[in-house]
């Protein structure tokens, strides 16, 4: 403990209630760490949000959870507890087995991409571990190569697939329904008498089984 002007200063104690502002704590936190952070976390989310180091980490322990693949979810839920919500629903990475962690995605000490993604876009961050959508196709989809979003939520989804809505209705979001087999409704609402077949089970995905791309010499219907 050092004197200032005479006085001996105060200890820092680091928590969310301590006397000690976000600054002077993460001041002190930056004094070793600044190369784990990096630049962006300088005027980022979480700094723009007040919150300090002590937040996430458990300091001077054996073990932090914020830090563990299994229990790193369940602290940031703490402030996020719309994702945790999310993780609960019927499709969703594994979140909540400890076989991911939001780390794998985001880079919660900053980061100069859209909501903090540990990659440049979007389709980037999804490429480290679906590196078998990134193409290039022969036959693209172009929302594929847009934006994964497009189409799934990462965070979870009661649909299959984490997709934001069934087909043939997140298909026909985007693709005329006029004249297909997969017509969901006419004039008169739902379709009427014995519903068409293609609109069964996987739906458009019963014959346009290559959505995320195709590279067979007759796939432009992305059918093969």
């Not at 299994?70 to 969703?92: I, V």
């Not at 078998?132 to 022969?138: E, N, T, V, Y």
């Not at 969901?184 to 739902?190: I, K, P, Q, Y």
Request: proline share 5%; glycine share 10%; charged share 15%.
């Amino acid at each position: 403990m050092q004197q200032v002007d005479g006085k001996m200063a105060q200890v820092i104690r680091f928590a969310r209630d301590s006397a000690a502002s976000v600054e002077t704590q993460n001041g002190m936190c930056l004094g070793c760490h600044e190369a784990d952070t990096g630049f962006a976390a300088h005027g980022g989310a979480h700094e723009d949000n007040q919150v300090s180091c002590a937040n996430c980490h458990a300091l001077h322990r054996a073990s932090d959870p914020v830090l563990g693949t299994a229990t790193q979810a369940a602290k940031c839920y703490e402030c996020h507890s719309f994702r945790m919500g999310d993780s609960l629903k019927a499709y969703s990475h594994p979140l909540r087995e400890g076989k991911m962690s939001c780390t794998g995605c985001h880079n919660p000490h900053g980061a100069t991409t859209e909501m903090l993604l540990a990659r440049q876009t979007v389709n980037d961050t999804c490429y480290q571990c679906h590196a078998d959508k990134r193409g290039p196709f022969l036959w693209e989809h172009a929302p594929v190569a847009e934006d994964c979003t497009t189409c799934h939520d990462p965070h979870g989804s009661n649909q299959p697939g984490m997709l934001v809505q069934r087909a043939p209705l997140l298909c026909q979001s985007c693709h005329s329904q006029s004249g297909h087999p997969s017509v969901a409704r006419d004039a008169g609402g739902l379709a009427t008498g014995m519903p068409s077949q293609y609109l069964l089970g996987r739906s458009c995905l019963n014959c346009h089984s290559q959505v995320h791309g195709s590279n067979h010499p007759s796939g432009s219907k992305l059918m093969r």
